[in-house]
């Protein structure tokens, strides 16, 4: 079946550190590939994907890689701030509209 | 435009109870989702509509049911509610087909005692 693995959390951080959250995923197929954050007291929403191997997602800062090698996509921010805690979500689809969600990652930037 | 909204935001419910929760989509999308958000689980799929008239179990469909009333609204069901049934619900949408976006609700929170 399909399945991600995600970094445990919770990972408190100051602001501007570096962060990384690893995910790895199973699949049967050639899996899209997503992360999805939410912010305190909402839904999800799209944080960046890639649908290919070697693509790289980007937005608001964040990046990550499809490393079909080592069937990972990492999630990497050079300098949180504040405004960045919230859950982290990594999740994929094969060959259809459903999602499968990793636990979640809370991470925490202190000020 | 709205997106996604359900109603309510937040139920308590009495072991044995019903209740429909409600959701409506404005962006035209085919497909609708019911998730299910549990601590250290992740979203885990309930049912699925991947176009109107049509509906599927997901991941964790027992004691649970769905109407897709027209393209915008999908409904979920807890005919008898149990307290392994307290969580938060997620309804989603998005356009048919693998790798597209998914687009969140708020969330309801509900909790059976």
């Known amino acids: 079946g399909n399945s991600v693995t995600q970094m445990e959390g919770p990972v408190t951080l100051s602001e501007e550190a570096f962060l990384t959250i690893n995910c790895t995923y199973t699949?049967?197929?050639?899996?899209?590939l997503f992360w999805y954050v939410q912010y305190p007291g909402e839904g999800l929403q799209l944080l960046l994907k890639?649908?290919?191997?070697?693509d790289k997602g980007s937005n608001k800062g964040f990046e990550a890689t499809y490393r079909k090698e080592t069937t990972s996509f990492h999630l990497e921010k050079g300098s949180v701030q504040v405004s960045d805690s919230a859950v982290y979500f990594c999740?994929?689809?094969?060959?259809?509209?459903?999602?499968?969600f990793g636990a979640g990652t809370t991470v925490t930037v202190r000020a | 435009n709205a997106g996604v909204t359900q109603t309510p935001k937040f139920q308590v419910l009495k072991t044995g109870q019903s209740m429909t929760l409600q959701c409506a989509q404005d962006?035209?999308?085919?497909?609708m989702y019911w998730y299910r958000q549990d601590p250290g689980m992740g979203l885990r799929l309930i049912y699925y509509?991947?176009?109107?008239?049509?509906?599927d179990k997901g991941e964790v469909p027992n004691g649970y049911n769905v109407s897709r009333l027209n393209k915008r609204e999908f409904s979920l069901r807890l005919e008898s509610a149990a307290p392994s049934q307290t969580s938060v619900y997620f309804c989603?949408?998005?356009?048919?087909?693998?790798?597209?976006?998914?687009?969140f609700g708020p969330g309801t929170r509900l909790t059976v005692l």
């Open positions: 509509s991947a176009s109107e008239g049509t509906t």
């Open positions: 699949a049967t197929g050639y899996p899209s």
């Open positions: 989603a949408s998005s356009e048919a087909g693998p790798g597209n976006e998914q687009f």
């Open positions: 890639a649908t290919k191997a070697d």
């Open positions: 999740a994929l689809s094969v060959n259809d509209y459903k999602l499968s």
């Open positions: 962006m035209n999308h085919n497909s």
